[in-house]
């Protein structure tokens, strides 16, 4: 009996994994993507059609945590600065995209289907939420997390996130049912903030210590159970407190991307992230209820197709409201144009609140899972509307990438490295993640490889293993040190130069023992030497004030790097200073 016992809990996962892994590799096959063969292999398995598992609510609440892990991962490839640096897209361009989307949505259940208001609103901003663990899935799939398109979704996404909160209370507030007493509000507000501020100064100050002391144990099993402790923690703290799991997991992630364990944790977390992750999307298929599909088949076919073009032409409107070039506001559009899955939450809170019917709760999530599974088959028609562009991401092939030097971005600073490196006759491996500089990269007599050079599998296929030399030409300093980080992490042994923004950037770099130059600093000092010409000085002597301010930047700059104070008796800061005393004695021209 127990062995039968035992059998039984096995055939589950055993159903899903099998299920798993004949509809993944056909879906892929055939052009469609991962996403649609696990919702498909869902369907099949599920009560609608094989009937192998009549509640597939039981593998929901675990498939959630894909989500979680997702976030956390997000987080892990942030940092603080970098997500400042977003604030715009996220809290502006987000809050407009729930708003305008949801408004335009409300219209159809209100005005068409003849709903009332609370259920017509409650329904457009649930359908206004878009699916984050598709979207990153997709994003990642086509290489694209990186590109402007994948950053502003991710904007988005991450305030869609947050928004779940004040939605569920909007349900509260819309539902005909008598309140329930639960205390002043401030309490609540109280809770939240406590929660938040304990997630905060554990990451700050308890996990790299811990980290630290665990893999000094050498147990990587443990670092993986510590790591997972880390996301469950913080996820279940936020959601005791009425926030969603999601953004305890991005934030504990957020606080450790200035770790220095956090590709190895980012290592330990991918293979659950992606299994759940794919066990997510087949509770999703499971979720489908095809008798409710094919009674309303009509009208789900005109609410998808409504929904798809309302999102998309909202998302597209409000993000070159907010700047955001054509292509990457068409990707992002499409990209976004679904239901996500925050919404079967806030239906069911919905139904059970009376705010609106259990049969209207039942078409949404249909709607709303019809929406994602057509998500893949969306997003391949942007090139149709952007004419004259740079067509889709290529796929990444490193099957010849034998140069001796790896150059990472090929902007403005990469192409004259590239140039130099060349006419010395040195073989380069190029890789950049602008498909435009691809594109260019044939004038300079080198192939350019598409990808994300913070990524490490990116790396070592691009051969940054067995190079002599990395040299990293990226435009942003904050993916520069990434970048920086990852090959000082990884691949101690090779000799690294580092494009720098400014002298604190060439600071930071020279901390990590890299060859540094500032982008400025060569055309700057030729563009003075030429004024000096210009103003009559002879070339002889511009050319000697030219080395002389060099070399005093020079000194100046290795006495910072030393700690040295700029002023005798100062504390040490790296401030603008110049070389030259007022006053002092200066060179004139004739």
């Known amino acids: 009996?127990?062995?039968?016992?035992?059998?039984?809990?096995?055939?589950?996962?055993?159903?899903?994994?099998?299920?798993?892994?004949?509809?993944?590799?056909?879906?892929?096959?055939?052009?469609?993507?991962?996403?649609?063969?696990?919702?498909?292999?869902?369907?099949?398995?599920?009560?609608?059609?094989?009937?192998?598992?009549?509640?597939?609510?039981?593998?929901?609440?675990?498939?959630?945590?894909?989500?979680?892990?997702?976030?956390?991962?997000?987080?892990?490839e942030l940092n603080l600065s970098r997500l400042w640096s977003m604030r715009r897209d996220i809290f502006g361009l987000g809050t407009a995209q729930i708003a305008v989307s949801?408004?335009?949505?409300?219209?159809?259940?209100?005005?068409?289907?003849?709903?009332?208001?609370?259920?017509?609103?409650?329904?457009?901003?649930?359908?206004?939420?878009?699916?984050?663990?598709?979207?990153?899935?997709?994003?990642?799939?086509?290489?694209?997390?990186?590109?402007?398109?994948?950053?502003?979704?991710?904007?988005?996404?991450?305030?869609?996130?947050?928004?779940?909160?004040?939605?569920?209370?909007?349900?509260?507030?819309?539902?005909?049912?008598?309140?329930?007493?639960?205390g002043p509000v401030w309490i609540a507000v109280a809770e939240m903030l406590g929660a938040v501020a304990a997630v905060v100064l554990t990451g700050r100050f308890l996990l790299s210590p811990l980290f630290g002391l665990l893999a000094r144990g050498g147990a990587r099993e443990i670092m993986t159970a510590a790591a997972l402790l880390v996301v469950l923690g913080a996820a279940g703290l936020m959601a005791a407190v009425g926030l969603s799991m999601a953004t305890g997991a991005f934030l504990a992630g957020l606080l450790l991307a200035e770790s220095t364990y956090r590709h190895e944790l980012e290592a330990d977390i991918e293979p659950f992230r992606g299994l759940l992750l794919g066990l997510f999307f087949l509770s999703v298929g499971m979720s489908v209820d095809l008798a409710v599909v094919r009674a309303n088949i009509g009208a789900l076919l005109a609410a998808a197709t409504f929904l798809t073009l309302?999102?998309?032409?909202?998302?597209?409107?409000?993000?070159?409201?907010?700047?955001?070039?054509?292509?990457?506001?068409?990707?992002?559009?499409?990209?976004?144009?679904?239901?996500?899955?925050?919404?079967?939450?806030?239906?069911?809170?919905?139904?059970?609140?009376q705010v609106m019917t259990a049969d209207h709760a039942t078409l949404l999530v249909a709607l709303v899972t019809l929406s994602m599974a057509l998500t893949p088959l969306v997003v391949r028609l942007a090139p149709l509307f952007i004419r004259g562009q740079a067509g889709a991401a290529p796929e990444e092939d490193y099957s010849d990438a034998r140069g001796s030097v790896l150059v990472i971005g090929f902007g403005r600073v990469g192409q004259l490295v590239a140039q130099v490196l060349i006419r010395r006759g040195v073989a380069l491996t190029i890789i950049d993640a602008d498909v435009e500089q691809i594109e260019a990269a044939a004038r300079f007599?080198?192939?350019?490889?598409?990808?994300?050079?913070?990524?490490?599998?990116?790396?070592?296929?691009?051969?940054?293993?067995?190079?002599?030399?990395?040299?990293?030409?990226?435009?942003?300093?904050?993916?520069?040190?990434?970048?920086?980080?990852?090959?000082?992490?990884?691949?101690?042994?090779?000799?690294?130069?580092?494009?720098?923004?400014?002298?604190?950037?060439?600071?930071?770099?020279?901390?990590?023992?890299?060859?540094?130059?500032r982008e400025t600093i060569e055309s700057a000092l030729a563009l003075g030497r030429?004024?000096?010409?210009?103003?009559?000085?002879?070339?002889?002597?511009?050319?000697?004030?030219?080395?002389?301010?060099?070399?005093?930047?020079?000194?100046?700059?290795?006495?910072?790097?030393?700690?040295?104070?700029?002023?005798?008796?100062?504390?040490?800061?790296?401030?603008?200073?110049?070389?030259?005393?007022?006053?002092?004695?200066?060179?004139?021209?004739?």
Do not use: N
């Not at 597209?316 to 079967?344: I, N, T």
């Open 1 to 76: 009996m127990a062995e039968a016992a035992h059998a039984t809990v096995l055939l589950e996962p055993i159903v899903l994994l099998a299920a798993a892994v004949v509809a993944v590799p056909i879906a892929k096959r055939i052009g469609l993507g991962s996403v649609l063969g696990y919702i498909a292999a869902g369907i099949a398995v599920g009560p609608s059609v094989l009937g192998l598992f009549a509640e597939p609510g039981r593998v929901t609440g675990v498939a959630e945590l894909g989500i979680v892990l997702l976030l956390f991962v997000i987080g892990l």
């Open 102 to 182: 949801g408004a335009l949505i409300a219209l159809y259940p209100y005005f068409v289907v003849g709903r009332s208001l609370p259920a017509s609103i409650v329904a457009g901003l649930g359908l206004a939420l878009s699916s984050t663990a598709l979207v990153m899935q997709l994003l990642e799939e086509r290489r694209e997390v990186e590109a402007p398109h994948g950053r502003t979704a991710f904007a988005v996404l991450l305030m869609q996130d947050l928004a779940i909160v004040p939605l569920l209370a909007l349900v509260g507030f819309l539902s005909p049912l008598p309140r329930a007493d639960d």
């Open 310 to 353: 309302t999102k998309a032409l909202a998302m597209y409107g409000v993000s070159r409201a907010f700047g955001h070039s054509h292509p990457a506001a068409v990707r992002a559009a499409l990209l976004l144009a679904q239901g996500g899955e925050f919404g079967f939450v806030l239906y069911a809170t919905a139904a059970a609140a």
């Open 445 to 517: 007599g080198a192939r350019i490889h598409y990808g994300d050079g913070t990524r490490l599998d990116v790396l070592r296929a691009a051969g940054a293993g067995r190079v002599q030399l990395i040299a990293v030409c990226t435009d942003e300093p904050e993916v520069t040190d990434r970048v920086v980080e990852l090959v000082r992490e990884t691949f101690p042994d090779t000799p690294l130069v580092a494009r720098s923004f400014d002298r604190r950037h060439a600071l930071r770099l020279r901390a990590m023992g890299v060859v540094e130059v």
């Open 530 to 590: 030429e004024a000096l010409v210009s103003l009559g000085v002879p070339e002889d002597d511009a050319e000697a004030v030219e080395r002389e301010v060099r070399r005093r930047d020079r000194e100046r700059l290795d006495a910072q790097a030393a700690g040295v104070p700029t002023v005798p008796g100062e504390p040490f800061i790296v401030r603008p200073e110049p070389l030259e005393a007022p006053g002092a004695t200066r060179v004139t021209a004739g």
